[in-house]
């Protein structure tokens, strides 16, 4: 891992026509990385660590990655 | 009352289909209309289109869209309007809409817009052809907009876009981003008509309350955002203008 890795990882995540994410953040912490955000399915989810241990071997990953809830609203917002 | 449901970046590929529908299916007994603020498919292609038709299809309300970055990507774009329209999905770009709600006329105004970003920080229309074309686009996706929003003829004009009008939706966002992800242009359209509600997506980590310099309510409906299938957003019948008296 060096300086650009953390851009290179998240250009990789938005341009990897497999995964397309632009909402995860990658964050360098100690010798590894940390991934967060949000995804639509746990495939998806997969998907992006499949690709970075694929692409960036021997970096150690943490990931907090979660998927979206999707469930009715409980309740409106009134907007008077 | 008008009840306006919205949701946006639902990102819909095969591995999605069926995670709205149960929600959906009770949509109509909560909203009387569905906007979709952009980024409804991953990459933009026919195939995903598809799945977005099958998803948010035949719900039992009109389903307003508009598309997104995400819905460019892979130049498929007259197609993946093609399979919308098909589905019965009405899909905005410089146009409107009117939809009769039990005799109150809902007008929704849509672009995707683009980028640029806010006042006093914003990129100008000055230098290289590539950086000129960049905010020049904005500027004329944003007139667009303000021309549909003020030629609508209706009593509830909303605006629904894919980027961000106003930086208070972006809060949570890297400030450095905040360029890619949206324009004072479109705010200042949105300003020029007597706008009810504006809709947008697109900042995945923003948040969902904001207000133009002119005071219209601005909601980010991205689905990462409200963590639901859609928000709904009741406009009150006293916020609803009074219909203009006929033969006087």
Do not use: W
């Amino acid at each position: 891992m060096n300086d650009y890795t953390e851009a290179e990882v998240q250009r990789a995540l938005a341009e990897d026509l497999g995964v397309a994410e632009q909402g995860i953040t990658v964050v360098r912490a100690g010798a590894g990385l940390v991934l967060c955000g949000e995804v639509e399915s746990p495939h998806r989810r997969d998907e992006i660590l499949r690709l970075v241990h694929d692409r960036f071997p021997g970096i150690e990953i943490a990931a907090d990655i979660g998927v979206t809830r999707a469930a009715a609203p409980t309740e409106a917002e009134e907007l008077a | 009352m008008i009840r306006i449901a919205a949701v946006g970046d639902v990102h819909i590929d095969r591995d999605v289909l069926g995670r709205f529908r149960p929600a959906l299916e009770e949509l109509p007994d909560r909203a009387d209309v569905l906007l979709l603020a952009g980024d409804l498919t991953r990459h933009g292609t026919e195939a995903e289109a598809k799945c977005v038709a099958t998803e948010f299809g035949g719900l039992g309300v009109p389903v307003i869209a508009v598309l997104g970055n995400h819905d460019h990507h892979c130049d498929e774009v007259p197609g993946v309007l093609s399979t919308l329209t098909d589905a019965g999905i009405t899909v905005l770009e410089g146009d409107s809409t009117v939809v009769d709600i039990d005799g109150v006329r809902l007008g929704v105004a849509g672009v995707k817009g683009f980028g640029g970003g806010f006042a006093g920080r914003c990129a100008s229309e000055f230098g290289e052809p590539e950086m000129k074309a960049f905010v020049r686009t904005t500027g004329t996706v944003a007139e667009r907009l303000g021309a549909a929003l003020r030629d609508l003829d209706c009593d509830v004009r909303v605006a629904l876009t894919h980027y961000a009008p106003v930086p208070d939706t972006l809060a949570g966002e890297p400030l450095e981003i905040y360029p890619f992800l949206g324009s004072y242009l479109l705010g200042q359209a949105i300003d020029s008509a007597p706008t009810d509600l504006a809709v947008h997506g697109h900042a995945h980590h923003g948040s969902e309350r904001g207000r133009t310099p002119g005071g219209v309510r601005v909601r980010n409906v991205a689905h990462p955002v409200i963590k639901q299938a859609y928000s709904v957003f009741n406009l009150a019948r006293d916020h609803v203008s009074p219909p203009t008296p006929s033969g006087i």
